[in-house]
Nanobody, 121 residues
Framework: QVRLVESGGGSVQAGGSLRLSCAASGYTFSTYSMAWFRQAPGKGREGVAHIAKYGSTSYADSVKGRFTISRDNAKNTLYLQMNSLKPEDTAMYYC???????????????WGQGTQVTVSS
């Protein structure tokens, strides 16, 4: 079955960096769009970054210029490089997979369990 496992979360001070990874299995990784979402306490799930199967990307305005999404189809792994982190980036981060893609959570069929990112000021 499809399995998505996130890693790389943690606690960091404002201005710091983290790199999230998402290991995928159970499907043909290279044929699916992938995305990162996040959810802060008391808020809805927000699309952060998307990468299509051919590599085109899109980002939420709040992270443009600071976050970079990438994928390694040979390793079945999705990444999110997060630089210049801010306290408002604090959230649970989830990776998701679907043939369709985009930054709307409802479009994604498969989800990981999440990894926590905490940014202190």
């Amino acid at each position: 079955q499809v399995r998505l496992v996130e890693s790389g979360g943690g606690s960091v001070q404002a201005g710091g960096s983290l790199r999230l990874s998402c290991a995928a299995s159970g499907y043909t990784f290279s044929t699916y769009s992938m995305a990162w979402f996040r959810q802060a306490p008391g808020k809805g799930r927000e699309g952060v970054a998307h990468i299509a199967k051919y590599g085109s990307t899109s980002y939420a305005d709040s992270v443009k210029g600071r976050f970079t999404i990438s994928r390694d189809n040979a390793k079945n792994t999705l990444y999110l490089q997060m630089n210049s982190l801010k306290p408002e980036d604090t959230a649970m981060y989830y990776c998701a997979a679907d043939p369709s893609g985009g930054l709307l959570p409802g479009r994604y069929r498969y989800w990981g369990q999440g990894t926590q990112v905490t940014v202190s000021s």
